[in-house]
């Protein structure tokens, strides 16, 4: 099984930036994909961005060119660097990661970004 614990967020001003981790403890060596969720209040978890096993990654419509997925294999930690803040940003961030040795999806417990003025 894996761990997620996610930090790095907080209150920050409008087109500002954070940087979230996502630190990965546990049967790591199984895991062939992360990626990064969000969901804002009242409304639907969505998609921001995902890393996988082969480098490649993906990224949000509404986040590319602002945010960037990368991850530092020898830490086993996942970012996602987020530039050019907009208040609709505000969301719970979650991160995941998928074990293709156990077939589980395994997710963090979520950190609050709030932009605001």
């Known amino acids: 099984q894996v761990q997620l614990v996610e930090s790095g967020g907080g209150l920050v001003q409008p087109g500002g930036f954070l940087r979230l981790a996502c630190a990965a403890s546990g049967s790591i060596f199984g895991i062939n994909g992360m990626g990064w969720y969000r969901q804002a209040p009242g409304k639907q978890r969505e998609f921001v961005a995902s890393?996988?096993?082969?480098?490649?990654?993906n990224h949000a419509d509404s986040v590319k060119g602002r945010f960037t997925i990368s991850r530092d294999n020898a830490r086993n930690t996942m970012f996602l660097q987020m530039n050019s803040l907009k208040p609709e940003d505000t969301a719970v961030y979650s991160c995941?990661?998928?074990?293709?040795?156990?077939?589980?999806?395994?997710w963090g417990q979520g950190t609050q970004v709030t932009v605001s003025s």
């Open positions: 995941y990661a998928d074990s293709v040795t156990s077939g589980f999806r395994s």
């Open positions: 890393w996988n096993r082969d480098g490649s990654t």
